[in-house]
């Protein structure tokens, strides 16, 4: 049959991660709670960082950034993977989904990167910081990393709906990822995944090497410091290179880690190993069981 005269796939539906109903609600269950965990996380570092004056800084405007990513990020797959484990609805058209998963993708590659230079700025030039670094600057660099992110979204948003999809309709995932959807085209590929792979990989690749670089001349430049210096220093450091990447793999397992598990450990990465934000939690702590207790 000529492909013009079959039907043009809309709406796909995906295979989930279990067809085992007793798995399905155990895993509702366990990412449910971990959604809810991610949701309260990234919350409590945004509300802290924004009404806590001595946390105005760039330092922690990105982090705040970075929350605010990891919530809109996750919630961009998890609530329709629990939608399908719970009710079996398992179809979605995928544009929106796909638009939104490599903008928050791309965004928060690219705010780890300008995190990383925001170190490297304050640790190897510290009388310039202030002026490198001002306000005015951070907000640039937020407005530009939303615009990359855009277009960067834009591109694989395009070069994956213009294809034909006129048969199958199965993905073998529990999101629309661009690889799993473009093998269900009924044209030829090959053009579109060599631009998806290189817009992808001209992306990843300049941010890890600005990462690497960033972080290795830190490292060097620590070899001046007082042990107290390179060990803040390096706590803070710490925190921003141990958030996982956020490019996806067609496994289902390292999917699932990617976009349910790094979005809740991000807070305590960053949290844990910041004295500032975990003593004024911990004072808002204290401060709330001593009101209660007058109650």
Same mark, same amino acid.
């Not at 409590?44 to 982090?63: A, E, G, K």
């Not at 199965?170 to 959807?181: A, E, G, K, L, T």
């Not at 190993?273 to 709330?288: D, G, L, M, P, V």
């Given at each position: 049959m000529d492909v013009l005269n079959q039907t043009r796939v809309t709406q796909f539906v995906f295979l989930g991660l279990t067809d085992n109903w007793?798995?399905?609600?155990?895993?509702?269950?366990?990412?449910?709670?971990m959604y809810v965990l991610?949701?309260?996380? /990234?919350?409590?570092?945004?509300?802290?960082?924004?009404? @806590?004056?001595?946390?105005? @800084?760039?330092?922690?405007?990105?982090?705040?950034?970075?929350?605010?990513?990891?919530?809109?990020?996750?919630?961009?797959?998890?609530?329709?993977?629990?939608?399908?484990?719970?009710?079996?609805?398992?179809?979605?058209?995928?544009?929106?989904?796909?638009?939104?998963?490599?903008?928050?993708?791309?965004?928060?590659?690219?705010?780890? !990167?300008?995190?990383?230079?925001?170190?490297?700025?304050?640790?190897?030039?510290?009388?310039?910081?202030?002026?490198?670094? /001002?306000?005015?600057?951070?907000?640039?660099?937020?407005?530009?990393?939303?615009?990359?992110? !855009?277009?960067?979204?834009?591109?694989? @948003?395009?070069?994956?709906?213009?294809?034909?999809?006129?048969?199958?309709?199965?993905?073998?995932?529990?999101?629309?990822?661009?690889?799993?959807?473009?093998?269900?085209?009924?044209t030829d590929t090959c053009l579109t995944g060599i631009l998806i792979v290189s817009n992808r990989g001209t992306i990843s690749l300049s941010c890890f090497l600005a990462l690497v670089a960033s972080y290795t001349i830190i490292l060097f430049s620590l070899r001046k410091q007082s042990a107290e210096g390179r060990r803040k220093a390096l706590s803070t450091c710490l925190a921003h290179f141990m958030v996982p990447d956020t490019s996806f793999s067609t496994d289902k397992l390292v999917s699932?880690?990617? @976009?349910?598990?790094?979005?809740?450990?991000?807070?305590?990465?960053d949290t844990l190993r910041n004295e500032e934000i975990k003593k004024i939690n911990y004072t808002k702590c204290t401060h709330f069981i001593v009101q209660f207790d007058k109650i």
């Amino acid at each position: 049959m000529d492909v013009l005269n079959q039907t043009r796939v809309t709406q796909f539906v995906f295979l989930g991660l279990t067809d085992n109903w007793v798995l399905e609600i155990l895993f509702f269950m366990a990412f449910s709670a971990m959604y809810v965990l991610t949701l309260r996380g /990234n919350i409590l570092i945004m509300v802290t960082i924004v009404f @806590t004056p001595c946390l105005s @800084t760039p330092m922690y405007f990105f982090l705040s950034n970075l929350s605010f990513i990891d919530i809109c990020h996750s919630s961009v797959t998890v609530p329709k993977m629990l939608e399908g484990l719970l009710f079996d609805r398992k179809t979605i058209s995928c544009i929106a989904q796909l638009f939104f998963l490599h903008l928050f993708a791309c965004a928060e590659i690219l705010l780890l !990167t300008i995190m990383a230079y925001d170190r490297y700025v304050a640790i190897c030039a510290p009388l310039h910081y202030p002026n490198v670094m /001002n306000m005015r600057v951070c907000v640039q660099l937020v407005f530009v990393l939303w615009l990359a992110g !855009t277009v960067h979204s834009l591109v694989q @948003t395009f070069l994956t709906i213009r294809l034909s999809y006129c048969g199958p309709n199965v993905i073998d995932s529990y999101f629309c990822n661009v690889p799993p959807v473009i093998k269900l085209a009924c044209t030829d590929t090959c053009l579109t995944g060599i631009l998806i792979v290189s817009n992808r990989g001209t992306i990843s690749l300049s941010c890890f090497l600005a990462l690497v670089a960033s972080y290795t001349i830190i490292l060097f430049s620590l070899r001046k410091q007082s042990a107290e210096g390179r060990r803040k220093a390096l706590s803070t450091c710490l925190a921003h290179f141990m958030v996982p990447d956020t490019s996806f793999s067609t496994d289902k397992l390292v999917s699932v880690f990617y @976009t349910v598990v790094t979005p809740l450990l991000n807070p305590f990465i960053d949290t844990l190993r910041n004295e500032e934000i975990k003593k004024i939690n911990y004072t808002k702590c204290t401060h709330f069981i001593v009101q209660f207790d007058k109650i």
